[in-house]
């Protein structure tokens, strides 16, 4: 059966398109959807995609993923910087988690450049827009297979 993929976007990532274009780029979050939908058809995973703007909801998802998915492609958002709960259930659950941000956290603000969830990824892909979660399913197909030989 094929791997499951919970990619995973916090708040106002709902609204890519219109919300400061010249940071975020000029994509929809539908955009990106259909993208990394037709990545994980090529690699042979399923994805679960999904955004909320609700703290409580991404930590029922990734609880609950623990049961029903493989790995975990993660925007928090806002979130990134402030959240002990979100941290401590991707913790809880343990799955390979890669971290995307579509700008570059470290060439902006300062308390952007502190990550709670980074603590748990296995890593992080930031600053290439929309290409990042692309990337990031790439990067989820090599840690996957990775950890079927080991
Ligand atoms: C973001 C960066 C965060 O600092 C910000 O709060 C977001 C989007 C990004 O994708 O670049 O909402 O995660």
């Known amino acids: 059966m094929a791997s499951t993929i919970l990619i995973l976007n916090g708040p106002n990532l709902n609204l890519l398109g ?10 929809t979050l539908d955009d990106i959807q259909a993208k990394v939908e037709a990545k994980a058809a ?12 609700a703290e409580h909801e991404l930590v029922e998802w990734i609880q609950v993923a623990g049961d029903t998915a493989q790995g975990i492609i993660l925007n928090a ?13 991707l913790q809880a659950v343990g799955l390979p988690l890669i971290e995307v941000h579509l700008s570059n956290i470290f060439r902006r603000e300062h308390f952007r450049q502190r990550s709670y969830v980074s603590r748990a990824a296995d890593g992080m892909i930031a600053g290439f827009g929309g290409d990042g979660y692309v990337l990031a399913m790439d990067a989820m197909a090599g840690l996957l297979a990775k950890s079927v030989k080991a």
Do not use: C, K, W
């Not at 090529?42 to 679960?48: C, H, I, K, P, T």
């Not at 958002?77 to 259930?89: N, R």
């Open 18 to 27: 219109t919300r400061e274009p010249e940071v975020y780029g000029s994509e």
């Open 42 to 53: 090529d690699l042979g995973l399923e994805a679960d995609f999904r955004q909320s703007n």
């Open 77 to 89: 958002g806002a979130f990134t910087h402030t959240s002990v709960a979100i941290l401590d259930a």
